[in-house]
């Protein structure tokens, strides 16, 4: 039988290859959430005519993150990581695609809809991270990982500052100003569906769930482990060399092993619920990252309308005539904001190994507690306001990137791609409720109050964290 690229090339050189091809998909699919997150309080204000509803569209984004999660999951469990990620940003495609339709026609729904459709495609964006470590050896995960979940902030950063461009493409088309942003949105993400469409091949997930079965059938079963061990310390990594080149054929493709592993990852809910519940350091990790994704997106989606009535010193109304100044600080609010989420990620996956998960998950909600603080009581200033949320992404990606680490170290290997989709379901779904209610708590409290709340429920998570660490020493020390 000929050799396939996979034996030429060897399983390390496709692993390369494939954090650079996902990291890629991540910058140019990173410009749509960029966008709408930006202005996209302003533009439910401008449809729909009310304040209220200025929290609908993150709220819409997060829910359709939430309800994807699983269903893009098991879709990856089925077909493989390419499957899930370019179905995921061909929707998010689609939602750009409705947001230029939403200006255009001045119809809320298609906003909503649309928001929706970028949504999905964060859940793919958030997948993509495990995708980037399914054939990683074990001392370069960490590495593999934050290196994808970094090239989030290039796309990201990029997509607020397109605002102003973005008007200029859409006057050039015939659009509304406003819609231009959306229209180079769209671009991206289409680079990013073909670029994974025709590039992820093979594809991840497949082989290293079929270079498994191979290696249990040796006398060296487990030597090759492909995934993240479970342990019962909150430091440790496990064993995970290469996989030599020599030891891939054609025959150890995915084939019928990968149909039975797929197979039993039906229930994926419950699996990855009962899980959860059985470990209290998976219940600590998951309350970590679900609070801290609540708190940040509840703050950082009523910012842009914040500062629209900072500097303008006018009331909520704007729309497609929002220009000048004000998009510009918004713009550049967001973008510090996004790099502080994204950018020193790798920086977070070093402190996550070395100083340790709880330890880390400590550190970003302490963080998280000073940027609210920052935030809410320098409210009357735009660097302030830019300040908290800077360091609001960074506590977000401390608390995301350690809880996550320690929920993935928590749970035996059966369950673990059933937690993930559990994980990140909830995660979005924390989004949704923050991003609904950030909109009544600032109309009935301020900025300030909105702030305060976030301080509170960081504080409890924090002090939660205190003391799982020090029941975690004490049952070392017996």
Known sequence: MARTLVKEQGVAQVQRRTVVLLSTAQVFGGLGTG?????????AVE????????????????????????????????????????????AALAGAVLMVLAVTSGAFILLVLG???????????????FAAVDLAPAEHRGRALSTVVWAVTVGAVAGPNLIQPGTAVGAAL?????????????????????LLFAGLRPDPLLLARELAAVNSGTD??????????AVDSTRARGPGPDVPASDVTASDLPGPAVQAAAAAAGGSLGRGLRA????????????????????????????????????????????HGVEGDVLVIIGF?????????????????????????????????????????????????????AVGLVLLGVGWSAATISGSTLLAES???????????????????????????????????????????????GAVVLAAAIVARTSHRQSAAA
């Open 333 to 385: 609010t967001i973008s510090l904001h996004i790099a502080g989420m994204f950018a020193l990620s790798p920086v977070m996956g070093w402190l996550t190994d070395r100083a340790g998960r709880i330890e880390t998950i400590m550190i970003g909600f302490t963080v998280l507690v000073a940027a609210v603080a920052i935030a809410g009581f320098g409210q009357s200033s735009t660097a302030g306001v």
């Open 276 to 319: 959860i519940r059985s470990s209290r350091t998976a219940l600590l990790a998951v309350t970590a990252i679900v609070a801290a994704h609540a708190v940040m997106v509840g703050v950082m989606s009523m910012t842009p309308l914040h500062l629209q009535h900072l500097v303008e010193g006018t009331g909520p109304h704007a729309g």
């Open 174 to 194: 015939g659009l509304p100003p406003i819609a231009g942003p959306f229209v180079i949105s769209g671009a991206g993400l289409l680079i990013a569906a073909v």
């Open 411 to 457: 749970v035996g290997r059966d369950a673990r791609v059933a937690v993930q989709g559990v994980s990140d379901m909830l995660m979005g779904a924390a989004g949704a409720v923050g991003g609904a209610l950030s909109g009544l708590v600032l109309g009935f409290a301020g900025y300030l109050g909105l702030n305060l709340l976030g301080g509170t429920i």
């Open 47 to 90: 449809l729909s005519g009310s304040s209220a509803w200025a929290g609908s569209v993150a709220t819409v984004m997060t829910l359709g993150a939430a309800a994807a999660a699983l269903p893009l999951a098991s879709l990856a469990e089925r077909r493989g990581r390419r499957a899930g990620q370019v179905a995921g940003l061909s």
């Open 220 to 229: 060296q079963a487990g030597a090759h482990e492909p995934l993240i061990p």
């Open 35 to 43: 966008s709408t997150v930006s202005i996209g309080s302003i533009l």
């Open 115 to 129: 928001a929706a459709g970028i949504g999905v495609g964060t859940a793919a964006s958030l997948q993509a991270r």
